[in-house]
């Protein structure tokens, strides 16, 4: 199979709430890895391809949210009892949220790094 990934992604936990534009409804989630132009979410609300969600993430670490408004690009699921895993798109974040964003993200991979 051939990547098609641009950029890599890192591993994380991070709590997140998914304001889903379509029904008005809110779901919880989970992030489970970020890259530079999105993220993977674990949540138990089934997404169609091209849905409109806003993201707030809670980084570890920092008090205040960063949120990202999004696109779903994928969805697999339900895995395991009733979760879906979630590709989606940041379409558009806050320069300021974006930089912390890729703060976390590099003190993940320095920490990574620290391990090997």
């Known amino acids: 199979m051939t ?3 641009r950029f890599l992604r890192f591993e994380t936990a991070m709590n997140a709430l998914c304001d889903i534009m379509s029904d008005k409804s ?13 993220a993977l979410i674990i949540s138990d609300k089934k997404l169609k391809e091209g849905a409109e969600i ?9 008090n205040v949210p960063i949120f990202a408004s999004c696109e779903v690009a994928w969805q697999k699921g ?3 009892t009733s979760t879906y895993e979630t590709g989606v798109r ?27």
């Not at 809110?26 to 999105?38: D, I, Y």
């Not at 806003?54 to 920092?62: F, R, S, Y």
């Open 3 to 5: 990547e098609r990934r």
């Open 26 to 38: 809110k779901a919880s989630c989970k992030v489970k890895n970020l890259s530079k132009e999105g």
């Open 54 to 62: 806003n993201l707030t993430m809670d980084v570890p670490g920092d």
């Open 78 to 80: 339900p895995v395991g």
């Open 90 to 116: 940041f379409k558009s974040i806050d320069s300021s949220d974006k930089g912390r964003l890729l703060e976390y993200i590099y003190m993940q991979w320095l920490k990574l790094l620290d391990k090997k």
